[in-house]
């Protein structure tokens, strides 16, 4: 039976034992927090704490998404970031598609211990992206780009229709955080869908291009966009923990405490 999606944001208090650690989780374009909300349980149940806030003009109307910047998605994250990074000694950014883009903006603008992304958005392969910014003022919305999900009965809780305002400002972000990439300097690890009816892997290979810092690809041949509801989900879940596990224990035997760390500039 299909679920109602939870357009809610997901907040959670650090149980764990050892350092304290945060990671800030966000959903992807046009969707909401139920599509990687399973994710964010799995961390809090982990111990960690976790903030996966709704993003600006998402889970109300494509209207309202329309005139939304896409500095305003970037902010409520960053915004998190902060939160966490006031609670714990280190902070993970992870996220879902253009979520992914939003962790790895982070990652180049915050001192992050490390970085999670499933099927992360950095290039825009639709045609029409060369002429979005004139579009928007003669087509209104396109076609939903949502669940593209292989398990049966799974809702992501995504708009019916794309507004070409936002898409433009997809667009605008793309560029943008393509620029930093270099600036991670903590290691990332993706989690890329062998099949993927919205991103292409061409994204994929722009982020090894250029982020400096070791990325690590793990392949999910059983799953399309949306597997943090599909059926590899429990391999990111679990993986993303041992992740966190791995990166905390390397920084910690060398007295490292990245959240600390005040000296990165947000960009």
């Known amino acids: 039976m299909k679920m109602l999606p939870d357009f809610s944001p997901f907040h ?46 998402h889970g109300t109307t494509w209207q309202d998404m329309a005139k939304r ?25 992870a996220g ?30 639709d045609p029409r992206a060369v002429i979005v910014a004139a579009l928007k003022y003669v087509v209104k919305t396109t076609p939903s780009i949502a669940n593209d999900i292989l398990k049966p009965d799974q809702d992501e809780g995504a708009y019916a229709r794309t507004p070409v305002a ?7 972000m793309y560029k943008d955080t393509a620029a930093i990439l270099p600036r991670i300097s903590s290691p990332v690890r993706v989690y890329k869908s062998t099949v993927d009816n919205v991103i292409s892997t061409a994204s994929l ?12 690809v ?28 791995k990166t905390v224990a390397a920084l910690a035997g060398h007295g490292l405490s990245p959240a600390k760390d005040t000296a990165h500039e947000q960009a």
């Not at 290979?205 to 690590?216: C, D, G, I, N, T």
């Not at 041949?221 to 879940?237: G, W």
């Open 96 to 125: 879902l598609s253009m979520g992914g883009t939003l962790a790895l903006r982070i990652a180049a603008t915050r001192p992050v211990a490390g970085t999670v992304v499933v099927n992360p958005g950095l290039v825009l392969d």
């Open 218 to 245: 793990n392949y999910l041949h059983n799953s399309r966009h949306v597997a943090t509801l599909d059926h590899d989900a429990p391999e990111i879940f679990d993986g993303s923990v041992e992740f966190i596990q």
């Open 205 to 216: 290979e722009f982020l090894k291009s250029r982020v400096q810092a070791p990325v690590e």
């Open 69 to 93: 910047s896409w500095r305003e998605w970037h902010r409520a994250v960053d915004e998190a970031y902060l939160e966490l990074a006031s609670e714990c000694d280190y902070v993970f950014s």
């Open 166 to 172: 936002a898409a433009h400002q997809l667009k605008k």
């Open 12 to 57: 959670s208090s650090w149980t764990g034992a050892g350092p304290r650690v945060g990671v800030v989780l966000s959903h992807g374009f046009t969707g909401s927090p139920h599509s990687v909300r399973p994710w964010a349980q799995h961390l809090a149940a982990a111990g960690y704490a976790v903030r996966l806030p709704l993003l600006p003009g």
